[in-house]
């Protein structure tokens, strides 16, 4: 069993590409504004699907390896970008959106297990995957059964000295949201897990970007660090 759950990342900035893997700061910048956005799909939890039934182009079972998901992803694609109403054959993975594995968990927590009855096998344990947008507009339909929470976080980047030394890491967002809070919420309204669990989780699989500083200039010389 598996189920892709979907998720929007948002750096409140204009200074930084996916494409290119970077973001440009100024030499005083400790925090970057992040918004991210869960949804959660209410009609029949229709994204938990026996993933080992014919109609999947390959199966997909624990352990895995990313490059086990990722074929799995890209040979059911049509069939996910329909479920979530996105058109993922126009998006690439890893600068339109990422995969993340977030958790294992049980059909014996979610509310509604009557609407599953069509998926439901002996092995009720099933694996859920985190699709990031990646500063993507995602737009739900009034009429639509999907509801979202939102958050806010301030992202740390690593302290910047007023030098010309560029010793800095790549920018990890998600690290820098653990670095700056200790997160619990209830992220839906079927089972409870810490978002720090699922951002903990997700932190190495979506893009790190490079820092590009911009300094005053009293500090010219600074160079980009790969």
């Known amino acids: 069993m598996i189920k892709f759950e979907l998720f929007s990342l948002n750096l409140m900035s204009n200074n930084f590409s996916w494409k290119d893997k970077t973001i440009t700061i100024k030499h005083n910048i400790e925090y970057i504004l992040i918004y991210l956005e869960h ?8 994204n938990i699907l026996d993933n080992s039934k014919k ?17 799995f992803w890209l040979n059911n694609i049509k069939k996910y970008s329909d479920i979530f109403n ?15 594995p977030l958790y294992l968990s049980n059909l014996s927590n979610l509310s509604n297990l009557s609407n599953l009855s069509n998926y439901v096998s002996t092995n009720n344990n099933f694996l859920v995957i985190g699709i990031f947008l990646l500063n993507y507009k995602y ?28 010793d800095i890491n790549k ?3 998600i690290s820098g949201i653990l670095n700056y809070q ?15 669990t699922i951002l903990t989780n997700a932190c190495n699989y979506l ?6 500083i911009k300094y005053n200039e009293s500090l010219k010389g600074c160079f980009k660090v790969s």
């Open 86 to 100: 996105i058109d993922f054959m126009t998006l690439k993975l890893g600068v339109d959106y990422s995969l993340a």
């Open 207 to 212: 893009p790190k970007l490079d820092i590009i």
């Open 55 to 71: 109609e999947f182009a390959l199966p997909f079972t624990l352990p895995f390896t990313y490059s086990d998901l990722t074929k």
């Open 182 to 196: 200790n997160l619990f919420i209830d992220i839906n309204n079927s089972y409870k897990i810490p978002l720090k």
């Open 139 to 166: 737009k739900i339909n009034d009429n639509s059964k999907i509801t979202s929470i939102k958050y806010n976080f301030l992202s740390r980047v690593k302290s910047l000295p007023n030098t010309r030394k560029c």
């Open 39 to 46: 949804y959660n799909f209410i009609e029949s939890n229709c």
């Open 171 to 173: 920018y990890n967002i």
